[in-house]
């Protein structure tokens, strides 16, 4: 963090005192000089954070941007000592190590990128391609049974195209503890799409879907890629919390598998979130939650956090985990949750049944002093589960990798 910010934030604060004393010949003018290069600072602010925002973010890939700009810097030191150092000859030959430096760095730095892209990728075929508002996505195909998709190089799901089936533990984890703790699901409301395997899983059965996706390029891509049908479910592109708020039907199961990398988003993880989704439920209904979480005493701050959350607005939490990190939370005003049906696991993919079914065997309790009440005013958890998170996001990398 010291050298990505605190080095070129200081660099920055400098520049308009350095240009405010080698643009002002005298105090005379000092006033009228500080102000224009006021304006020109703040003008510059609004248009890069604008640009960055609305056209750099979306519709162009990072390692563009970034070399982009370097590529420009780069060319305005060019500039500045082809046109001005030439007036001090004895600058001069320094100043053109200075270009070389710069350039020969430049060209070095983008050779290595593209390596390391095309190592990511290894033997992989890649799909598709496409920024968004939310990271790049990506999907990868691995063989003819692994198609991958990928948000910022973190896999979010895998997909057996010849099957038509996700081979990850989680799709059929989230769909099945709803119908194992629930009398019926009717009807569902899922909270984040990924690419459509579970919400397609609840409409097959005949149960009416409301699916709710901050990040409309991923409707697309699910649709060409994953067998996504979105007509048979309502998709609707919004925030989570957002259309939580302002919600008026009620769900036999809401599911909750919203991530933003290797994270859940923190305003969907408070006491008033999970308040707003028990309002959204019928009576008897469950929230099913996927998330990553340890469970060591010393590192299970978030895991302990939300099981004490939602326990402070439902009567009845339950966890299963199958010990690779991965943990799904079941949530109900229920007295007490109990499986209503037997669990069909003929019906998961070969790849995901034992996990499948080691996490549905698996219950786990967690003390309450571990962790505190998550609220939309004070919730550290971004904080204190960073170490957690960095660690997951170098297993998800490398496993990709590895592929």
């Known amino acids: 963090s010291v050298v990505l910010y605190f080095v070129p934030l200081t660099c920055m604060a400098m520049t308009v005192p350095f240009l405010i004393r080698a643009v002002s010949q005298s105090l005379a003018n000092l006033g009228s000089r500080v102000g224009t290069l006021s304006a020109v600072s703040t003008v510059g602010s609004f248009l890069g954070t604008a640009g960055i925002g609305y056209v750099l973010i979306p519709l162009v890939a990072n390692s563009t941007t970034m070399f982009g700009c370097a590529g420009v810097l780069a060319l305005l030191a060019t500039v500045y000592f082809a046109v001005f150092a030439r007036r001090l000859d004895a600058r001069a030959g320094a100043g053109a190590g200075k270009l070389t430096a710069i350039w020969v760095w430049l060209g070095l730095s983008v050779f290595l990128a593209q390596r390391q892209e095309t190592a990511k990728l290894g033997d992989a075929v890649e799909l598709f391609r496409g920024n968004s508002h939310f990271g790049m996505l990506q999907v990868v ?156 005493a010393r590192r299970n701050y978030f895991t302990a956090s939300l099981d004490r959350t939602l326990r402070a607005v439902f009567k009845s939490v339950k966890i299963h985990a199958q010990g690779n990190g991965n943990l799904f939370f079941v949530a109900s005003d229920q007295s007490e949750l109990r499986r209503l049906h037997e669990t069909d696991f003929t019906k998961v993919h070969p790849q995901a049944r034992r996990w499948t079914e080691g996490a549905f065997a698996r219950e786990l309790t967690m003390k309450p002093e571990d962790g505190i009440v998550l609220t939309d005013d004070y919730n550290p958890v971004d904080y204190y589960d960073a170490a957690n998170r960095e660690e997951l996001r170098k297993s998800l990398a490398f496993s990709m990798r590895g592929r």
């Open 141 to 296: 195909q691995v063989g003819p049974n692994s198609r991958y998709y990928l948000n910022d190089f973190l896999a979010q799901n895998i997909y057996d195209p010849e099957a038509g089936q996700s081979t990850a533990m989680f799709s059929y984890m989230l769909s099945e503890l709803a119908r194992a703790y629930t009398p019926e699901v009717k009807s569902a409301l899922c909270i984040g799409m990924g690419v459509g395997i579970v919400p397609m899983d609840f409409a097959r059965a005949g149960t009416r879907v409301d699916v709710v996706e901050i990040n409309p390029a991923v409707v697309p891509l699910a649709e060409e890629f994953f067998d996504f049908e979105s007509a048979k479910v309502n998709v609707i592109i919004d925030d989570g919390r957002h259309f939580l708020n302002a919600a008026t039907n009620r769900y036999d199961a809401v599911i909750l598998d919203a991530f933003l990398g290797d994270s859940s988003p923190a305003h969907l993880m408070s006491r008033e979130a999970f308040a707003a989704m028990r309002r959204c439920l019928n009576e008897g209904g469950v929230l099913v939650i996927n998330c990553f979480g340890e469970l060591d």
